[in-house]
């Protein structure tokens, strides 16, 4: 596939640089080889959903994740650009309540591997955005948890310099030691 892969600052979540050909018709990449994610991302993990978003410059969505069958993801950015999170959910790991983010977007093609276990978001910094990503679980709404997204025990620097617009449950997010964590 010829992706250059590496570390984010928390080790388990994978930075994914493809190789990308272009000439004066467009350009094309390989997204995604199982048996290149296995050799060189994360082993034992089989994805078994595909999702889509679309949203506007300013909408904050996140930090999201699920108790009791935790969803790994591999996002990538196809319309715009987002500043994508991740945040170590896990009580027993030694980088619980850490974060690390990455800038995605439609012209750096760049994706991130969030492992199970680790809460997710992202805000949209284009006037629009689109995202794809894959995972590892399928989607449980009533499993599904979520962080505030400032919560100041983590600290994220979001690089924005308004409030975000929030959905619902992205607004009634908890804070980290008030939250269903993951064992």
Not at 20 to 45: I, K, N, P, R, Y
Not at 109 to 126: C, E, I
């Amino acid at each position: 596939m010829g992706n250059k892969v590496m570390e984010a600052s928390l080790p388990e979540v994978k930075l994914i640089e493809p190789e990308v050909f272009c000439d004066e018709f467009g350009f094309c990449f390989e997204s995604f080889s199982a048996d290149e994610f296995t050799d060189e991302v994360s082993l034992g993990f089989n994805f078994v959903q595909d999702r889509h978003l679309r949203a506007v410059r300013g909408v904050l969505r996140g930090l999201h994740y699920q108790v009791q069958r935790p969803q790994g993801r591999l996002i990538r950015v196809v319309a715009g650009e987002v500043f994508d999170v991740a945040v170590d959910v896990r009580l027993n790991s030694p980088t619980f309540g850490k974060w690390t983010g990455t800038y995605l977007s439609a012209t750096n093609f760049r994706q991130v591997w969030v492992p199970p276990g680790f809460a997710h978001g992202f805000v949209v910094l284009s006037d629009v955005a689109e995202c794809l990503w894959k995972t590892t679980e399928y989607w449980f709404p009533e499993l599904e948890r979520c962080i505030l997204w400032n919560d100041p025990d983590i600290g994220i620097d979001w690089p924005i310099e308004s409030p975000p617009t929030l959905g619902a449950k992205d607004a009634a997010g908890r804070r980290l030691y008030e939250a269903e964590n993951i064992a």
